[in-house]
């Protein structure tokens, strides 16, 4: 079945550090992709998204493109703030049958002044 | 303002004790879905539902049950619940269609404890 692995945490930077999580999917077709953000104490909020190879989605200075050949969309930041600690969850939602979404199991990341 | 609520937010209950977590969503979306998070794990989808009276199972619905007789409300039952069901729930929804790349709507979330 489809599937999403993202790199195990906590990843903690200083800020103005650049940041990469890292994240590949498995799946048949062409899924869209996905990064939420999940503050502490709070639901997930989407971040960004690419709906097919070769986009790059972008919000709030981060960036992901969706890179069909490897698989992968890699979460980057050039300079992190404080404000960005909160877990990152990559999904990919299926483009066919029940258009179900499945995540990452989520990225924590800590930045410190 | 377009959001979805959850209710209770915080939950600690005893083994067997029948309980209801309520979700409600005020965009009008078709779509609506329980997921749990445990560390480690992510999110895992307990149970979706694609329209009123339309629900099916999710990756984990084992000791859960669902209804979705409005659109706009769609309430997770734990009939008997144990202990391995504490968990960091969310109700999510957005709206339906193929060929489109509509975001997912979450709740704030449900902690709950059983003892």
């Known amino acids: ?113 | 303002e377009a959001q979805v609520t959850q209710n209770p937010r915080y939950l600690i209950t005893v083994t067997g004790k029948k309980l209801t977590v309520t979700c409600s969503q005020n965009m009008n979306h078709e779509y609506m879905s329980w997921y749990r998070q445990d560390p480690g794990l992510g999110l895992r989808q307990i149970y979706y539902s694609m329209n009123v009276e339309v629900t099916d199972k999710g990756d984990v619905p084992e000791g859960y049950k669902v209804s979705r007789k409005e659109k706009r409300n769609f309430p997770l039952i734990l009939e008997s619940p144990s202990p391995n069901q504490t968990s960091l729930y969310f109700c999510a929804s957005r709206s339906s269609g193929a060929g489109q790349t509509y975001e997912q709507y979450f709740g704030p979330g449900t902690r709950l404890t059983v003892t």
């Open chain 1, 1 to 113: 079945g489809n599937s999403v692995t993202q790199m195990e945490g906590p990843v903690t930077l200083s800020e103005e550090a650049f940041l990469t999580i890292n994240c590949t999917y498995t799946a048949t077709g062409y899924p869209s992709l996905f990064w939420y953000v999940q503050y502490p104490g709070e639901g997930l909020q989407l971040l960004l998204k690419a709906t097919k190879a070769d986009d790059k989605g972008s919000n709030k200075g981060f960036e992901a493109t969706y890179r069909k050949e490897t698989t992968s969309f890699h979460l980057e930041k050039g300079s992190v703030q404080v404000s960005d600690s909160a877990v990152y969850f990559c999904a990919l939602r299926e483009n066919t049958g029940g258009f179900k979404t499945i995540f990452g199991a989520g990225t924590r990341l800590f930045v410190k002044a």
